[in-house]
């Protein structure tokens, strides 16, 4: 089957899966076509700006008030939500090696779906104070099956790193691969269906503001993250006979619901307006850098961010370092040793970052929080020091990193995982003067 899109980031679009049932003119007539539902979906407080104001109108098969009783509570495994204060913070730098993955060979990840999978490796903020973040692994060997989540607490950026997965949501259907993120916004729900035999990736779950384009400045409109390259769900439904029983899963003030229903809620068959899942390929990005010496701060690699109240510093940036043409003159062109008020959280998706030529694999996460010193390993170091200056472009890789006011604090289950390396600090132990 193949997927179509609406594009633009952000666009008022309007799409309908069955013709003619979506109302012209106004968002709520006495009675909609075909005897659906209209039911509005608020991304933001009705009196917001203009310019951030978000909302979806959704022509429905059953209202969501048939979707959402008679909750049960679950456990929620190693799914967590902010505050999560099992312990302090640590004071080190820390990183992880991949999850080990293979689903042919061990029946417990065959056996976990995208949503059963999440593991938490690290949170910030308050998810009830609608401010910080978690970032989530997950590593499936199955589909959800007659099964749907829905976030209350934040919006969910799904990066993968292997395998494709199919995110099926109640406004439509995007097909996400390896180099593709995808966005679903808070109260959305949706199910993940695997593309191939098995999908591992990054998962993170914004409680702050929904994550937008950054503001530019002297870079102008024509570079970093196009506009016209997101791309939004044509509507599609499910659920037209009810004959077919779902369990939906509610995520709401960090504890886990579940509901039996007689019919899947993904049944919207028509939608209007600006607040709804998306996609980009990031190998879309359109990086900038410098051109004669030194090289500026990593923010003009911003792919997305979510505002915080203070201008200027994020409650989360999702920056993308991806290769590029290498050209500064007389200049260390590697990321410099750095210690800055903001935490960085990085994963890498493929190839080699090239502050970190060794023990940082696809699939792995470092955690470097606010004036804890940090930067290139000694292998990265020596190469910078003494590569030859000539024109180089690199080898391809997608690295990111989530960027956040407030420190990342590791779960219980991230800092007794065995992929944890301990000796982490040693990379930097052989950097001494020269002379």
């Not at 608020?42 to 951030?52: E, H, I, K, L, V």
């Not at 969501?64 to 456990?75: A, E, Y």
């Not at 061990?106 to 009830?128: E, M, P, V, Y």
Request: hydrophobic residues 35%.
């Amino acid at each position: 089957m193949t997927v179509s899109y609406l594009t633009g980031f952000g666009n008022e679009h309007a799409t309908e899966a069955r013709p003619g049932v979506l109302p012209s003119g106004q968002n709520s007539p006495q009675n909609v076509a075909d005897g659906l539902f209209a039911e509005q979906l608020s991304g933001s407080a009705f009196t917001a700006p203009r310019a951030t104001n978000l909302r979806s109108w959704l022509y429905r098969l059953r209202p969501s008030v048939r979707h959402l009783s008679d909750l049960r509570p679950i456990d929620a495994g190693l799914f967590r939500t902010a505050p999560d204060r099992e312990h302090p913070t640590p004071a080190s730098q820390l990183r992880w090696g991949p999850e080990p993955f293979d689903p042919d060979e061990d029946a417990t990840w065959r056996n976990q779906t995208w949503l059963s999978s999440l593991r938490t490796i690290a949170s910030n903020g308050d998810a009830h104070l609608q401010c910080g973040a978690a970032t989530h692994l997950y590593a499936a060997g199955r589909s959800m099956v007659n099964e749907t989540f829905v976030d209350s607490d934040g919006e969910m950026l799904i990066v993968p790193e292997s395998g494709g997965v199919r995110v099926v949501t109640e406004m439509g259907v995007l097909e996400v691969q390896p180099a593709d993120i995808v966005v679903v916004p808070r109260g959305v729900k949706f199910r993940v269906e695997l593309m191939g035999d098995s999908a591992r990736g990054y998962a993170c779950e914004n409680y702050g503001a929904p994550f937008t384009l950054p503001e530019p400045g002297l870079i102008g409109l024509n570079a970093l993250a196009m506009p016209r390259d997101f791309r939004y769900p044509v509507a599609a439904y499910e659920g037209e006979h009810g004959d077919e029983p779902s369990r939906l899963v509610l995520k709401y003030g960090g504890n886990l619901f579940e509901t039996e229903l007689e019919h899947s809620p993904l049944d919207v068959v028509a939608w209007h307006g600006n607040y709804a899942p998306y996609k980009y390929n990031l190998r879309d990005y359109c990086p900038i850098g410098p051109v004669l010496f030194d090289h500026p701060d990593p923010s003009i690699w911003t792919v997305l961010t979510s505002a915080s109240d203070t201008p200027g510093t994020a409650n989360v940036d999702f920056v993308l370092f991806r290769e590029r043409w290498l050209v500064a003159e007389h200049t260390f062109r590697p990321p410099w040793f750095h210690s800055n008020v903001m935490s960085e959280l990085m994963g890498l998706i493929e190839g080699v970052y090239d502050a970190k030529l060794d023990g940082f694999a696809p699939g792995g996460v470092s955690i470097h929080n606010a004036f804890l010193p940090h930067g290139p390993d000694q292998a990265s170091f020596e190469r910078g020091s003494s590569e030859s200056l000539e024109p180089r472009r690199m080898e391809p890789f997608l690295s990111f990193m989530l960027e956040s006011r407030y420190a990342w604090l590791p779960s219980q289950w991230a800092l007794g995982r065995p992929e944890r390396q301990q000796n982490y600090a040693t990379t930097w132990s052989g950097i001494d003067r020269s002379v």
